[in-house]
């Protein structure tokens, strides 16, 4: 087999990785409702980077030995986003719940590809392409109409989730310029970065956990956790060691899509014709941008 076809093979890898990610992302709401979960909002998020934060520093200590974890948490960028970590997802939570979590899922993840984009553009990381940012505006038109009709006007909640895309965004960024600049995996990095936030969660999760005697939110904890953060991370480790910033959070716009179709099938919520479309203009914007970097990487080659 040749390089380039290796190359080519681990860039596709990369690009299934983020959106399995997205996907186990995707269980998070889901699973709440599902388990009717009588904490907090801030309680989950404190909880979940706890966990997943324990969860990947024991996986990439495994996977990758303990050096690279060692140099990471002398990096001050690295508690940069250990903070990012907590604070995308505190005041996502924070945001949603003033105006919706479809209109805050729009706000949030229709932001951060074009904050990652500019962002890493601006940090030396080079310029978006033409490519991307057709793909990712078609994704965000997508994602409106998924979201359409859901709006509450309310301009705190949006700038609460627009701070969550704007932390997003930063963690992607900084991740991906971390594995090129010192030579690290992406998973390592995202261990340390949630190892950080898991130190900054603490308090939250000690003055927040009344609830911890109810077996059924427990078993939410114990999902949240190990699988839809410390697998879902892993995976997404992968894509931020292979891929652009602005095409990881690009591809993380195929969270709403699994969410949406979880919320009707699993939840019995309902969808109606322009939601599905929406979901449909987000699938295909995703692939064609797939195509893209596939192709891109190839002619790199």
């Not at 979940?48 to 520093?57: A, K, M, N, S």
């Not at 609830?211 to 953060?229: D, E, H, N, R």
């Not at 292979?242 to 990881?248: C, N, R, S």
């Amino acid at each position: 087999m040749s390089l380039t076809h290796k190359q080519s093979e681990h860039h596709i890898g990369a690009i299934v990785s983020v959106l399995a990610a997205a996907t186990l992302f995707a269980t998070g709401g889901a699973s709440r409702a599902f388990a009717d979960f009588p904490g907090t909002a801030m309680s989950v998020a404190a909880w979940r980077v706890l966990l997943g934060g324990l969860g990947l520093l024991v996986y990439a200590r495994y996977r990758y030995g303990s050096a690279g974890v060692k140099l990471l948490f002398r990096q001050p960028v690295l508690w940069f986003m250990g903070i990012s970590v907590l604070a995308y997802q505190g005041t996502f939570f924070i945001g949603a719940a003033r105006i919706g979590v479809a209109m805050g899922t729009l706000v949030a993840l229709g932001l951060a590809p074009l904050l990652a984009g500019l962002l890493s553009w601006k940090v030396g990381m080079g310029k978006p392409t033409r490519q991307w940012a057709i793909c990712t505006a078609v994704a965000v038109l997508g994602l409106a109409l998924l979201t359409s009709g859901s709006a509450t006007p309310d301009l705190v909640g949006v700038l609460w989730v627009t701070i969550s895309g704007w932390s997003y965004a930063a963690m992607t960024v900084f991740g991906v310029r971390t594995v090129r600049d010192l030579g690290v995996s992406g998973g390592e990095v995202l261990a340390v970065a949630f190892s950080i936030g898991a130190i900054f969660a603490l308090p939250v999760v000690l003055l927040t956990s009344d609830w911890i005697a109810a077996p059924k939110s427990v078993m939410l904890i114990v999902w949240l956790g190990p699988f839809a953060t410390t697998l879902a991370y892993a995976l997404f480790g992968i894509g931020i060691s292979h891929l652009p910033a602005g095409t990881v959070s690009t591809l993380t716009l195929f969270e709403p899509v699994m969410s949406t179709t979880l919320g009707v099938f699993v939840l019995g919520e309902a969808m109606n014709l322009q939601g599905w479309i929406g979901c449909l203009v987000i699938i295909c914007a995703l692939g064609l941008l797939g195509y893209f970097e596939s192709q891109s990487k190839r002619s790199v080659s």
